[in-house]
């Protein structure tokens, strides 16, 4: 079973930030947080990751809780190509080297952006 | 970045023929294949997941009979859909995890997906 709880839907407009939250309560200290998005008829794509710092990529920033047992994703300035439906799962590496260890996708949040 | 191809993007066959699902990693060798289904409006589920020279795994409630999984290549991971039926009509996708030992800093790789319609 999916880890993580996202809301159904969200809703932006074009040109404005967005925050895209993420609750994983029993999160372990070997997860990774990991985001992706599936825009529509399309595989998912990556979009970042994180352990316990903050961090920025050129597609968003991903914002974790002190506690981490939340997170945010941070897109700075919507557009309509944002508009996808975006999941966080929680990735186990344990001993930190990484394996093949398969991702269990929730039902992510659905963005839809307005013009 | 890591790329995985996946053909075809869309097939229509007619029930109870076979239907085949390619998927290559272009750039990079993939150990492990991970193959998902999905419905409309529903959520990416893990079907299966594939070695190089070994068996595939299945998740629970999948037939391994009907989905077969071949892993034959590091760069080649394939997905028969044997005497389809429109109940099997979905979107399937595969993706590849990041090489082995690089830590958990690295994403997966999705392929484009296939829409498959059984008639």
Known sequence: DAKTTQPNSMESNEEEPVHLPCNHSTISGTDYIHWYRQLPSQGPEYVIHGLTSNVNNRMASLAIAEDRKSSTLILHRATLRDAAVYYCILRDVPGGWGGSEKLVFGKGTKLTVNP | ?119
């Open chain 2, 1 to 119: 970045g890591a790329v995985v191809s996946q053909h075809p993007s869309r097939v229509i066959c007619k029930s109870g023929t076979s239907v085949k699902i390619e998927c290559r990693s272009l750039d990079f060798q993939a150990t492990t294949m991970f193959w998902y289904r999905q419905f409309p409006k529903q959520s990416l589920m893990l079907m299966a997941t594939s070695n190089e020279g070994s068996k595939a795994t299945y998740e629970q409630g999948v037939e391994k009979d009907k989905f077969l999984i071949n892993h034959a290549s590091l760069t080649l991971s394939t997905l028969t859909v044997t005497s389809a039926h429109p109940e099997d009509s979905s979107f399937y996708i595969c993706s590849a995890p990041p090489p082995t030992g690089l830590g958990g800093g690295y994403g997966y790789t999705f392929g484009s997906g296939t829409r498959l319609t059984v008639v």
